[in-house]
């Protein structure tokens, strides 16, 4: 079955710094991908929808300066948390859409320290 | 946008009983009510969907209704086991635009 896979599952960088996520599509091809934030004990929020090709958009109150989304080819996004800080700490997930079923990466935790 | 409500937060049943949550969503416009069994620091699961060109949908042990007047639709687990003990989040898509609004999901316990 079509696959997802996301890049790297766990992650810890310093305040201040950036840290970059990939979510491939990996046999199949995705003109959209979107991606979810997780907080601890809480639910999955849609946070931005990237565009093959164009801008992502971002829900409301997700500050597309901080969560930079490329979307270079039809089986990558990457999320790039700048300027990361502690309370960007949470698990990162995408999904993408394969024959109307919706496939999540395995999703990636970051910790800010 | 949408918004979905699930209740209730927590959930303990006894092994062997039925477990039901329920959910509503605000857009008439969602057409797809996924629900998923998150394991802590994993990916969500499928479990069952249904769409809204159908009432209710099983399969084994799950079932899922879906009352689009009412718009709200609900997980029903018979049967209980140990390791259906979980978090379970419902969500609505409009399959259009692929993007889901979850629950704020029910952590369900399964007591031996």
């Known amino acids: 079955g079509a696959v997802v896979s996301q890049h790297p599952s766990w992650v810890i960088c310093k305040s201040g710094t950036s840290v970059k996520i990939e979510c491939r599509s990996l046999?199949?091809?995705?003109?959209?991908m979107f991606w979810y934030r997780q907080f601890p004990k809480q639910s999955l929020m849609l946070m931005a929808t990237?565009?093959?090709?164009?801008?992502?958009?971002?829900e409301q109150g997700v500050e597309k300066d901080k969560f930079l989304i490329n979307h270079a080819s039809l089986t990558l996004s990457t999320l790039t948390v700048t300027s990361a800080h502690p309370e960007d700490s949470s698990f990162y997930i995408c999904?993408?859409?394969?024959?109307?079923?919706?496939?999540f990466g395995e999703g990636s935790w970051l910790t800010v320290v | 946008g949408e918004n979905v409500e699930q209740h209730p937060s927590t959930l303990s049943v006894q092994e062997g009983d039925s477990a039901v949550i329920k959910c509503t969503y605000s857009d008439s416009a969602s057409n797809y009510f996924p629900w998923y069994k998150q394991e802590l620091g994993k990916r969500p699961q499928l479990i069952i969907d249904i769409r809204s060109n159908v009432g209710e949908k099983k399969d084994q042990r799950i079932a899922v209704t879906l009352n689009k007047t009412a718009k709200h639709f609900s997980l029903h687990i018979t049967e209980t086991q140990p390791e259906d003990s979980a978090v379970y989040f419902c969500a609505a898509s409009n399959i259009g635009n692929e993007k889901l609004t979850f629950g704020t999901g029910t952590r369900l316990t399964i007591i031996p």
């Open positions: 990237s565009n093959e090709g164009s801008k992502a958009t971002y």
């Open positions: 999904s993408a859409t394969f024959l109307d079923t919706i496939y």
């Open positions: 046999d199949f091809q995705a003109t959209t």
